[in-house]
Structures are given as C-alpha cells and as structure tokens.
C-alpha cells in the first residue's frame, strides 16, 4: 500500500479580531474567510467583531446540530443569503423555511432515490468521456488550461444531462452555462461594509448585470423545462421526475415553482461540484503519493475494465479524498440563520435579527474535534477511522433534515471523476503560482489554477 507523506494544503493565516478586520477592510475582497479571527478555531461559540445584527458563530455539533434541525422554525436562512440568490432560485428548497420547505423537500427527495442516481451515473460517464476527449487533445499539444473552468464546465455538462436530457453543447445549455458564469463572478462578492453595518432583514439590491443574468438564467431553464411538458414528452430524467411530483394535496410545482427548483439543481449540482473538485485535482497535481494510492485501488477494483457504479462503492480511498477535500475545502463555505425572535443558546442570549453563522469552514479545522486539523489526512474517512469522527463535526452537505438532498449524487459523480482521470492522466501545477482559498458564493482558489496533463 503507497505511503502518504503528510501535507498541509493552502489556507489563510489567522490573525487576531482586529487584524482580520482590518484585512477585511483593506483588501476589499470580499473573503469572509479572512474575516476569521484565530481564536474561533479554539472555541466553541463567540462573536465575530462589531456589527448592528450582532455576529455570533457557533461550533458546537450539537448545538449545530439543534439550529439546523430547527425543530421551532425559528432560524430560518439568513437574509444576506436569500437576498444573494433570490433572483434566481426564488423560494426554492435551497432558502426556504418552515411548512414551504418541509413540502418542497419531500417533493423534490424522490428524484434522487437509488433507482434515479443509477440512471444518472450513465449521463455522468458519458460527459466525463467527452471530457477526456478535451483533456487528451490539451495533453498531446502541451496546453495548459484552468482547473477552475474546466471542473466548471465538466459538472455542468453532468447537470445538463442528468436534469434535462441535454449537453453542455446545446445552445441554449451553453447560454445557461455563460450567464451563470456571470452570476457566479458578480454576486459572489459580499461587502464586508454591508454585513458590518447594515442592520437584518434591510434589502439586498443586487446589480443590474446580475439581475440580467438570472433572467437569462431562468428563460434557458425555462425553455429547457418546456421541451419537457409538451404532450407526449417522455423523458426519464432529473427535471421529469420534478415535474411529476405532487405534494398532499395532489397539487405539482407550478412552472415558475419548477424553474426554482431545478435552478437550485444547477447551482447546488454544477457550483459546488466544480468547486470540491478543483481543490481535489489541485491536491492531485501536487501529491504523487495520493495519486498513486488511487491508482492502486482502481486497478485493484476495476483492472482495465470501464468503471462501473458497482466500483464506485468499494473505491474506498478515492471517496476519502474527496470526503478529505471536502472537509478542508467545504463548498459552503458559511451556512448563515438569523433569529427571527429573541431566544437563548445554552447561556447565551441571542437577540432578535442576530446572525448565527455555522461555518464548516471553521467546524471542519476546529482543534477540539479534528487531530492537526490543517493537515491533509485522507486516511480520515477509510472505513476503520472513519467510525471514530465526532458526530457533527464534519458537515459539508449540512446535517439533519435539511442535509443536502444530492449528497449521494455528488459523492458518486467526484469518486468517478477522480478515479477515472487519475488513473488516465497526469496533471501539474504551472510554475509560478500562489494558491490561496477565498469565500464568496462557494470556497474557491482566489485566482485561477493553471494546470497540465499528461496522458499516463
């Protein structure tokens, strides 16, 4: 078995409350990780610095797992957020509260049933091969391309197929693609000023261009949508089975409920997706050991054979760096909830319109739950350790009721692609680079990877 040299991919330095403010302040960049003093990695509740709403993060799973649970319906999703994707994805599943939500969920829930993701895994073989086909051209001419993008555009090509039937080649598929593109760069930036000053539940104006951006977003979704509902339409996909569902009293989603709920499909499906992988084939380009280890398994489970989902369940250590990855990097970087009353958590008194900010970010690096948090440790999540993480300290899809309803998609579609392009390929990094983590919409590299690949 290949042994893994330790490894501590790349993180901000923490500073203390005031020098993290200041940082803020100054850089303008809208990375609320590097709002992040060091003392919230040690703590289990506290305040983030001087703000109107009151900021206080929460690192106790249990108390976590209390407001995510919500069991009053009294925390609801924070009003910065909703206000960030409202535009787009309405009162879908992904902002929703209360009865909306607990309808929405059990609507939507079905389309991801075992039966479902098999059917999905053949539209996930199908884009990672066109992908490799793209990836063999760029690796015969030597050309370099960006990580960031090329992750972007394969897990949308997933998404297109598994939710609508289509390819990323499709026109109207590649006008969803550019104006999300848009979306993502634009309302990704949140204004320290705004969270610090602004007291909860004020109005989110958002810009013009990205008001523009959602509407284009939303007419693609819902011509796409359209193709489905003609009469005699037979598709067996994502967006059909939406489609079909009802709630209890028999009623569907009505069409601009639908394009809600399949735009949260394509931002939750295609983002945070793009993102966990572009950090994981970062850790691949720079780490020939772990490269190797899942080589090992590959052919230890699949010879030369095509992967099929049978493997996907035994490639226990290429589902362990992503899991690793996912803990270090977690796509939801913040899961913000405001108090909508006055109420208490354990001994503290939270004010109404506080913001409570849980933050896998921090949970995930947090030295009381996790041994040299910082450190890359794949073996973490193999099945003999993975047994002994503290319940509720590792949440990158949410915990409770609310857990992200594509977990089991997301997971099965990263073990594929990593096993698949690891095994054909070998990527580096473009001398020169620094690599740095911000968190905006999704946690992301704050300026592009470049990388090569070589056929193996």
């Known amino acids: 078995m290949q042994k893994i040299a330790p490894f501590t991919p790349p993180r901000p330095k923490s500073l203390g409350p005031l020098s993290a403010l200041l940082r803020a302040a100054i850089t303008r960049d809208g990375n609320l990780i590097g709002l992040l003093p060091k003392e919230v990695y040690r703590v289990s509740s506290g305040t983030i610095g001087y703000s109107r709403r009151s900021i206080i993060i929460l690192n106790d799973p249990k108390v976590v797992r209390t407001i995510l649970t919500d069991p009053t319906d009294i925390y609801p999703k924070n009003d910065l957020m909703v206000g960030a994707v409202a535009p787009l994805i309405g009162d879908s599943i992904f902002v929703s509260h209360a009865d909306t939500w607990r309808k929405q969920r059990a609507m939507v829930a079905p389309a991801f049933t075992h039966m479902r993701l098999s059917a999905a895994f053949q539209s996930m073989t199908g884009a990672l091969s066109d992908f490799e086909k793209q990836l063999e051209r760029d690796a015969g001419s030597g050309t370099p391309f960006s990580l960031d993008m090329a992750m972007s555009h394969l897990t949308a090509d997933v998404i297109c197929r598994t939710v609508f039937s289509t390819t990323l080649k499709s026109q109207i598929a590649k006008d969803v693609f550019e104006a999300f593109s848009i979306f993502e760069r634009s309302v990704a930036h949140v204004e320290i000023r705004r969270l610090i000053m602004d007291p909860p539940w004020n109005d989110i104006p958002q810009h013009e261009h990205v008001l523009e951006a959602c509407a284009k977003i939303r007419d693609c979704l819902g011509q796409l949508l359209d193709s489905h509902l ?53 850790v691949l380009a720079t780490q020939p050991d772990i490269v190797a280890r899942v080589r090992e398994e590959v052919e230890a489970i699949a010879g030369d054979a095509p992967l099929k989902l049978s493997h996907i369940r035994d490639l226990h250590f290429a589902r362990a760096v992503f899991k690793e990855t996912l803990r270090l990097y977690p796509p939801i970087t913040f899961i913000p909830r405001v108090a909508a009353e006055a109420t208490k958590i354990g001994k503290r008194k939270i004010k109404k319109g506080a913001m409570l900010m849980i933050a896998p970010w921090v949970i995930h690096r947090h030295h009381d739950y996790w041994d040299k948090p910082d450190e890359f440790d794949a073996e973490r999540f193999m099945p ?62 704050a300026e592009q990877i470049i990388l090569r690949a070589k056929r193996r």
């Open 230 to 282: 003609q009469p005699g339409a037979n598709y067996k996909d994502i967006a059909a089975d939406i489609i079909g569902a009802r709630d209890d009293d028999d009623k569907p989603f009505t069409r601009e409920e639908l394009i809600d709920q399949l735009g949260v499909f394509f931002l939750a499906g295609h983002e945070t997706s793009a993102s966990v992988l572009t950090w994981c084939f970062y």
């Open 384 to 445: 003999e350790r993975e047994k002994d993480i503290i319940d509720g300290s590792y949440m990158p899809f949410g915990l409770g009721p609310r857990v992200c309803v594509g977990a089991n998609f997301a997971t099965i579609e990263a073990t594929l692609i990593i096993a698949q392009l690891a095994r054909n390929f070998d990527f580096s990094m473009q001398p020169g680079q620094t690599v740095r983590p911000v968190a905006r919409l999704t946690t992301r590299p």
